[in-house]
Each structure stands twice: as C-alpha cells, then as structure tokens.
C-alpha cells in the first residue's frame, strides 16, 4: 500500500481521499478551518455511482506526514504557489506530484519539447515559485473528470463515474505512469494512461473555458449553456479562438466542434466549481481557466478578442456582486 497525501480537501479532493483511503492506502491530507475538523471527526466521505464511503484519513494543517509516495494536488490554481511551498517537505527523491487542477497547468511547457519548452505560465504560477518548491521531473501531469461537488466540509457528492487521464510532461509511458494507472483504477477511479495528455488536456481547458465563466454570469448549468440560443454564439467564439491556440501549440483535437457542443449538453444540469465558488464569496479561478490560454495564445499572436470580452464581462460581474453583497 502507498503513503499518500491530498493536498486541499475541496469536492475532487475529498474523492481521491475517500476513495484511496477506502482501497486501504495510508491517506492523509492537508486540510483547514471546518473541513480539517469534519475530517478528524468523520474520516473522507463521499458517495457516488460506486456507493457511500467513509474512510478513515490523518489530517493536519502541517505538512507533518513525512516523505510520501504520491502527493495529488486538488487546490484551486491561485492557490497552488502557497501550497506547493507548504506541501515541499513531503516530497522525496521518488515522490510523484500529480497536479488536479483546472486550466492550463504550471508543468505545461515542462519537457514539451517545442520552441517554448522550460518557459514559465505567468497567469498560474508567477515567476515559477512552484518549480522551485515541488521538483517538476516528479511531476505526472493529469486531466480530471470528477464532476463532484462538497455540500459540506469533507464529504463529496459525485453523479458520474471518476476518470485521471494521466500522461508524462515529456510524451510517451512510464513504469512509474503506469503504475500510478493502476493504482487509481483498482481504488474505483479509472486512470487512464495517455501517451501524448496535452491533446486531452486541450479539450479539458477548452470545455473550462467556454463554461466556468459564462455560468457566473449567467447561473446556467453545463447543458444550458452549450444549447441555449442566446449563450451559443458567445460559446462558439471562444471555442474556435481556443482551438486555434490549441492547434498552434501542436494538439491533436480529437473532437470537432459539433461533438463538443453535443458532449457538453449531455453532461446535464451541472454546475460549474466556478459557479459553485461565485455563490459561496470565494475567489473565481480565472486565472489559470482564462488569463492563461490567453497569455499561451499570445506567444503566436492570436487575438482571442472574444475570449478577453467574456473574461472582463465575468469579472466586471463577480466585482458587481461583491459590492452589492458588501
């Protein structure tokens, strides 16, 4: 069995922790305020297709578990420099860091082996302080599809069976990668193996991008907002902007734009972690969802015109919002 740690407790992070802990791997997490609290008392709690769990977990607010096996980091993106720094003591010369974020990710120009390979994602991590913190040759890069939500701290609902697209910065497959596969999969979520992510990954920033933020302003749920009339055009725009920034950047798009219209409507009345987050006061994730295809988009100088008014209309909303709720 492994030494595990969660790093942020959030819906996909109170999955991975009851789900590892319940297949018998020494679980623990890094944890704050009430969730660390319902952790200690409650264990990591979740139900989905496969059944209720509650899994016993160790919780702390300090990186005091020791030198781990896997670290999986579920925080939101801006929060990702403070924690790779808190979460840098459990790290070991064979310890895997799997990033379980949303957007472009920090390791994305790690070994990409293109014009910008080594360069730094400005928009999610600011002067590259998390490669000084957490070793990115330990880093399996991850593209995840838990549509979870955390009705309250440490306890996860999820309506869709879990799936990890797992893949090495550097393309191709790994002993280690593999292993990871498996690992997961025999816990109840499937890890996918994928010898070229970024391709997959494309399609994960660009279902993000064309979703989180129009479902703050307008409260819809994924299959409202890839079949609405008035939503449509706007979601359009800014998937063709992105998929051409894609495409630049060497991704195979494995889907056209009618599927993914198709796809994103039959996922259902979801709502988006943004929109989870926007009604509970907390910081939307912009940055990494939007500022960071924009600012990858620009080293080939596209536009992406629609893209920039839908992210200021987001903000200029969540601004209004907060006002008034002041």
């Known amino acids: 069995m492994s030494r595990i740690t969660i790093a942020g407790a959030g819906a996909i992070g109170s999955t991975l922790a009851a789900r590892l802990a319940h297949a018998g791997h020494t679980v623990s997490v ?49 929060d990702l420099p403070a924690l790779a720094a808190q979460a840098a003591p459990l790290v070991g010369p064979e310890t895997l860091i799997v990033p379980a974020t949303n957007g472009v990710p920090f390791w ?94 494309w399609t994960k920033i660009i279902a993000n991008l064309t979703s989180n933020p129009l479902s703050v302003t307008t409260q819809a749920t994924l299959d409202q907002i890839y079949s609405r009339a008035d939503l449509l055009p706007t979601v359009r725009a800014v998937m063709l902007e992105a998929m051409l920034a894609a495409a630049c950047h060497g991704a195979r798009m494995t889907i ?50 629609a893209t920039r008014e839908m992210l200021a209309h987001t903000r200029a909303y969540a601004h209004a919002a907060t006002a008034v709720a002041a």
């Open 30 to 78: 890094l944890a704050r305020g009430a969730t660390l609290q319902a952790l200690r008392r409650h264990g990591a709690r979740l139900e989905d297709p496969g059944g209720s769990v509650q899994a016993a977990v160790i919780a702390d607010d300090q990186a005091s578990f020791g030198e781990q096996d896997i670290i999986f980091l579920c925080c939101k993106s801006q």
């Open 108 to 201: 994305y120009f790690h070994r990409e082996g293109g014009r910008f390979q080594g360069r730094t994602v400005d928009a999610v991590d600011p002067g590259g302080s998390i490669g000084r913190h957490l070793p990115l040759d330990q880093v399996i890069g991850a593209v995840t599809f838990i549509t979870a939500e955390s009705p309250e701290p440490g306890r996860a609902v999820a309506r869709n069976p879990h799936l990890m697209m797992l893949g090495e910065p550097g393309n191709g497959t790994s002993r280690r990668l593999l292993a990871l596969g498996e690992l997961l999969t025999s816990a109840g979520i499937e890890g996918r193996v994928i010898d070229r992510l970024r391709d997959k990954l």
């Open 256 to 305: 056209d734009p009618i599927e993914f219209l198709a796809l994103g409507t039959a996922m259902g009345p979801i709502r988006t972690s943004m929109l989870q987050d926007f009604e509970r006061g907390r910081p939307l994730e912009l940055g990494a969802i939007g500022d960071a295809v924009v600012e990858i988009a620009a080293l080939y100088d596209l536009p992406m015109t």
